[in-house]
Every structure is written in structure tokens, then in C-alpha cells.
């Protein structure tokens, strides 16, 4: 596969470039982005998420940590860099957060640990990369694109992905450290809500059934279109609470939770995993807009408030087309999301209600 | 998800149904076909296979378990069972069986152990089963299917499918099951090449570029239509000879090495998986059909043969309509495969220049 060997220093500071990145002043931009759009969106999982359920300060801290993504992403378009830059920039800010579920913050598997999982894919070259089931992989961003850039491989799993991620230099953590009380807690109440179904329905996945959905939900991703016209997509995520078997959600599926060609558009998905792998959903709104000829909010929309609705799968997407417009549709109460063009400001949105 | 959790009868026959089954006499259900066509096509993976490099007895031991497991698929059909169970049936003749690289005769990882993945896709209700990486179920194809059926995840991955092949009752084997001395030889054959490049280039990486593609190959699969007009699509493999780190290929991702949707078709492909998962062949050949309306031949054609070709993707892919037609095309030397549509004879074929 031809793959370009060296990462641009960019991206190294990318990589490991977490916290104090200062926002980026949309004013500076307006005259050159004229020229060549760029934009970028970002998510930090769909769900039950209503207006009743916060404290005025939670609402204020989800929203500040959406906009400090978002912006740290805008800054590298700005600066000219790389979408993929941008959208491991935006990506590791909510990692790094413990309100989303992805880096710190993971949900909490059935046997109490953390297996994260991310894919980022280039929209110019096609490449990929993806990892499932990593423990110890601090951003597991930084390694599915370090997959991309340095493996044969698209996609690595488990213990493997792990040697992979050392030998890459890649910042190693104890399983700990994405630890969180308020995931914990959330095991707790699904883990004893699943034993008392188990024992009622003497079955496990019938009792998984009856679990609601907000332990089956949050992932983060961000997309994005440089100045170069190039689009990226990026998606990470901890899963699902009190996952089992090993199993393997969207989140790390090129083609259901991350897609990008320039010839379309890039999307990076949240939601009920399962569905968006059996409707390939990122890779299907690609497909529509591309061999339809209709535009990014027609594709996205058909597919997630048709296709998905009428499956039953719920969640959301965000995406991002070649001439800078930008799509957010979801089905379920809300979605964590923010999203900026070039010489505009920050959008940050939480609640169905608002635009 | 909406899933039915009771297999049918004849799915259980077909779970453990590997030798013994009579081949069907195509002459029997010439009548009954011409009001529900049904159709079978198989693979036994793609790659450098050229006659000059085949022994007569060779050849013909090749033709004749290909003979089988197509038989065996369309008798399952012609008895009036579904796809599901048909395609199921035909992988498992090519999964006991040692020529091809699932199952028994799957190559060996770096390590010197077997890590097999598989997927199965109804094209019905859209479910899905995948499991990757398991080292010890006789069947990966079953426990796809289990998957599917049984469990509230689409893809379980390592030893949690295991956990979840042991509560199914599968049939577990020890690792060494699937070793055969011809595929060691090559493992030996392609390390001893891979450290000598490893050694001049300073790289594993770049030193499994230059690994020949023989080594990157190999996957069965099956793809039918049944009388019910039900599509059905299913893979398995034992992946890349010396694929280390978790590696994970095309053939458990849905939508990459396995699609299928009654709305369209349903495929299994076979080849250098990575370029499969970028290019999401399964589905991308399923959505051509149904978005710019053209027939499963120019879509299959212009996928495998203008897509991959350009991208450097060798392969193919095996898919069948929902009309019964069968399009085989592969951009290698040669394609195991095999096809049969009701009330015809077999067709089976290994180089280019046959039809």
C-alpha cells in the first residue's frame, strides 16, 4: 500500500498536543479563507441527552469543553494544517476530558476495565487506520493514525495493536488512568440491572436488550476540510458500558463509524453501534451523495432519520462535504456537537431544540 | 436489535455438516426453479494461481472440493432452505478442507499459531455476525452465525468469542487443528524472506511490502439466493501468513470482505484486504447497483477492475443479485470459484483464461 512514511511535523504536536492550545480568532481568517473554505465538527456522542438532566454547571462544562475542541481543530485549518491534524487535535481534547466516553472517561466493561477503540481515515489518499480492544494506549487517535501512517495493516486489535503502539513511541498508561467515579457508577447500576434481568430472563443477551440506551452510547469524532481541500474523519470511543466477548463497535469500522473521500464527503458516527455497522453508515452517506448526486445534508439525513430510524438503530453523525457545508443530523434527544466554517464563529450545540 | 433467536432446524444440521452430504443432481430441480430461481457462487480465494504451477492431481483435487462445496450449497437451496444455511454449508466443505486458507489449512501468524475470522450477513433483515482473531472454534463460520443469531453485538473479537463460542456450544478444537505441513513451510518461507528484509531495511514494515503477494492472500466465502428470495453472503479466513499484531483483515468487517442486501446483492470478496476495507468493496458494489441503478456485473466489474486496479488493490469478489445472476470478477492470475444456478450445472474454475 503506498503510504507516506514520514508524519509532518504538524502532526507530531498533534499527537501528544492535549491542553493549552490558545483558541483560535475567527476574524484573522475571513480574508484568506475566502479563497479556500475549511471547516470543521465535532462530536461527543448522541443519546438521552435532555436540558432536564443537567445542572446549569455541568451544561456550562460540557459546552466550554466542545468549544475548546472545536476550536483547537479550527486553529490547525487556520494555520494550514492538515485535516487530519485538525481532527486528531479536536479528538484529543475530548479524550482527555472526563465527560465524554473516549481516553479518560471510557465506560467500564462487564469485568470492570477499559477497551478503547478509534479509526481515522483520510479523505485524499484513502488511507486508514483503526485499532480495537487497546487498554494502554493513552490516545488511542494518535495510534489508529500511527496504524495509518506506519503499519502495513488498516485495522490492529488487543494486545497486538499494544506492541505496535510501543514500538511506535506512543505514550503508554496503566488501564487506570481512564478511570472515572461516574462511569463506575453507571457499571454499577447497569451491571445489577443486568444480573436482575439475567435472573428473570435466564438469558444475557435478552437481558442486554432490556438495557437503556444510554449505556449503550458516546463516542467522540471530529471531521474536517483543509485549505488544501482535503477531508479527514476521526472517531474514538471507550464503547459500550458493560460490554463482553470482546466485542467490536462501529467506532473502529472503516466504512460504518469513520469514512472520508474527498470525492464526497467525511463522517464520523455515534450511536447504537450495532445498527451502524450493518447500514455501513459512514461510508453509505458517501455513497449516496456521490452516486446520487444530491448534497450532504440530503445523504446524512436520509440515512440517519430514514434508514436508521426505521431500523431502529438510534444516534447520530456529523460530516463534512469537499466545498466546506457541514451536516449534524441525529434521531436521538441530543448529540454533544460543535462546528465551525473558516471566518466564522464556533457553533456548540447540545439539545434537539437548538439549531 | 430486532433479531430472531431460535435457529431453524435445518440451520443446525448445516452448523456441523461438513462431510458426507450428497451432491445434488442439478436435473431434478430444473422444474420447480423456473418459477423461484435460486443461485450459489464460492470462493477459494484469489491470487497468483497460475496452471503452469499446478500438478494435474493438484488441479484436479483443487476442482473437485470446489465441486463439493458448491454442490453441497445448492442442495441445501434446492431442498428449499435459506441462503443463510446454504452459504454456511459451502463455507464449512472449505473450511475442513486443507487447500484454502480457512479453517484447517489457514496460515500461520508470526508466532507460528492460527488467528481465523469470519462474517455472515442476512440480506433479509439486514443482521450480521463477525467474529475476528479466535484461535480454537472449529468453525468461525458457526460462530458467526451465533454470533448473528444469538448474541446483541455484530462483531466480538479474541478470546470473549471464545467465552461467547463456548456458552453456544460450538466446537472448540486446540490451535494445532488447523495446522497443515504446506502452510508451515510457507510460514518459514516467508519469515526467513521478511528477516533478511528486515535486517537490509532497518523496517518491518517496509520489509512486508516486499513480501510477495501469495502471502497476503487466501479466504473462502459464498454468496446465494434462495428460493424465498433471500440474498446471503458469508467469509472466513485464517487472514495474512505472518500477520502480527492483532492484525485484523477484510473478511470479519461488514460492508468491507461481506455485504448483502435483498435490495441489491450480496458479496464476498477475497484479496489484499487492507485495500478492501478502505474501499468498503462488499457494500460499495451493493450501493452502485442501487444508487446509480446499473446491473450486479458493471458494478462488480467497476469495483474489482477499475477501483482496486487503480488503487493497487489485487483480488475479487464472488456476488450474486436478486434475480440469480453471478458476477466472479478478479483482477489476479486466478480465482478459485465456483458457481451453480438452479436447474443448471456446476460451473467451476481456478485460472484467467477460463470463462
Do not use: W
Amino acid at each position: 500500500m503506498k503510504k507516506s512514511l514520514i508524519l509532518s511535523p504538524l502532526a507530531c504536536v498533534c499527537a501528544f498536543m492535549v491542553h493549552g492550545t490558545s483558541l483560535a480568532n475567527a476574524n484573522n481568517s475571513t480574508l484568506e479563507n475566502t479563497k479556500s473554505p475549511f471547516s470543521i465538527a465535532i462530536h461527543g456522542g448522541a443519546g438521552t441527552i435532555e436540558k432536564k438532566n443537567f445542572s446549569a454547571e455541568q451544561e456550562k462544562n460540557y459546552r466550554l469543553k466542545l468549544k475548546e475542541a472545536i476550536d483547537v481543530g479550527y486553529e490547525v485549518l487556520q494555520n494550514k494544517g492538515t485535516s487530519i491534524d485538525a481532527v486528531i487535535a479536536a479528538v484529543q481534547v475530548l479524550e482527555a476530558s472526563p465527560y465524554f466516553n473516549a481516553g479518560v472517561g471510557a465506560v467500564y466493561t462487564y469485568e470492570g476495565s477499559h477497551e478503547l477503540d478509534a479509526s481515522i481515515m483520510d479523505g485524499n489518499t484513502l488511507n486508514a487506520g483503526a485499532v480495537s480492544g487497546v487498554k494502554t494506549v493513552k490516545s488511542p487517535i494518535a495510534l489508529a493514525n500511527a496504524v495509518k501512517d506506519h503499519s502495513v495493516h488498516v485495522m490492529l486489535s488487543g494486545e497486538g495493536a499494544e506492541v505496535f503502539a510501543k514500538q511506535q513511541n506512543l505514550e503508554l498508561v496503566s488501564n487506570d488512568y481512564f478511570d472515572t467515579k461516574h462511569r463506575y457508577q453507571q457499571l454499577l447500576k447497569a451491571k445489577a440491572k443486568l444480573e436482575k434481568q439475567q435472573k428473570e430472563l435466564k438469558d444475557f443477551q435478552a437481558a442486554h436488550q432490556t438495557l437503556d440506551n444510554k449505556y449503550k452510547y458516546g463516542t467522540v469524532g471530529a471531521v474536517a476540510l483543509d485549505q488544501h481541500g482535503n477531508l479527514a474523519a476521526a472517531t474514538s470511543t471507550g464503547g459500550m458500558t458493560v460490554k463482553r466477548f470482546g466485542r467490536v463497535g462501529d467506532a473502529p469500522i472503516i466504512g460504518a463509524g469513520t469514512y472520508a473521500n474527498n470525492a464526497s464527503c467525511a463522517v464520523s458516527a455515534t450511536g447504537h453501534g450495532e445498527y451502524f455497522i450493518r447500514y455501513h453508515v459512514a461510508a453509505d452517506i458517501c455513497a449516496r451523495m456521490e452516486y446520487q448526486n444530491i448534497s450532504l445534508e440530503q445523504a446524512s439525513n436520509k440515512v440517519v432519520n430514514d434508514v436508521l430510524v426505521e431500523a431502529g438503530g438510534s444516534g447520530g453523525v456529523i460530516a463534512v462535504d469537499a466545498k466546506g457545508n457541514i451536516a449534524m443530523p441525529f434521531n436521538s434527544k441530543g448529540m454533544y456537537r460543535a462546528s465551525r466554517k473558516s471566518g466564522e464563529s464556533a457553533q456548540v450545540a447540545i439539545f434537539k431544540e437548538e439549531k
